[in-house]
């Protein structure tokens, strides 16, 4: 496709249940970064992915997220147990070299609710 | 083409200086603008500035946006050794690009 796509759009949960979010980057693009973003605010790191390997993930809040990109395409944020404080806005970005100053082109995000 | 450009790219101070670090940028589409704060690899949100003039702070951080003279400024008082770090600002053009410079890093000598 033209830009990242993310699935899906909304997500209404329940607290206690797992749910997984979904992140299909530019194709070609080495990198893609998780973020969650809070109304007004900017972007918060989660994670990041030079191909299908995972740099970083000290952004994640805690060890209920977790993230991956088993052939370096489509990611998968997982969140486990989820909790009413992970209502936020997820949003995945992709770029094509794998510097974390690379343009950054985001998709059009997850709204997440936890009930 | 769209550019975020930092200065300067590095700066080495003692600990209680104040630094001023610098941004400025060329994009089209101009949306908001964002400072990070990056120690190890995973940058920290510091300050999101949309409209021109208005001071955003956070303890001895501040930071404000020209967007007539397109650029912002970083400011932090009474540096501490803990303040070292590369300092990211990102320009959000649009909807879904986010146009990040260079960085500078920053060094606390005690």
């Known amino acids: 496709g033209a830009g990242v796509s993310q699935s899906p759009r909304y997500k209404v949960t329940k607290r206690g249940q797992d749910v997984a979010l979904r992140c299909d980057p530019i194709?070609?693009?080495?990198?893609l970064y998780w973020y969650r973003q809070a109304l007004g605010q900017g972007p918060e790191f989660l994670t990041y992915?030079?191909?299908?390997?995972?740099?970083?993930k000290s952004g994640l809040p805690n060890d209920r997220f977790s993230a991956e990109r088993p052939e370096g395409s489509i990611s998968t944020l997982t969140i486990q147990r989820t909790e009413q404080r992970d209502s936020a806005m997820y949003r995945c970005a992709s770029s094509l070299a794998p510097q974390s100053t690379d343009t950054q082109y985001f998709g059009p995000g997850t709204r997440l609710t936890v009930l | 083409e769209d550019k975020v450009v930092q200065s300067p790219l590095s700066l080495v101070v003692h600990e209680g200086d104040t630094v001023t670090l610098n941004c400025s940028y060329e994009v089209t589409n101009f949306r908001s603008l964002l400072w990070y704060k990056q120690e190890k690899k995973a940058p920290t949100f510091l300050f999101m500035l949309t409209s021109s003039g208005i001071e955003k702070k956070s303890g001895r951080l501040s930071s404000i946006l020209d967007k007539k003279e397109l650029f912002s400024i970083l400011n932090i008082t009474a540096t501490q050794t803990g303040d070292s770090a590369v300092y990211l600002c990102a320009v959000w053009q649009g909807a879904e690009k986010l146009v990040f410079g260079q960085g500078t890093r920053l060094t606390i000598n005690p």
């Open positions: 194709s070609g693009h080495v990198s």
């Open positions: 992915f030079n191909y299908e390997a995972q740099q970083d």
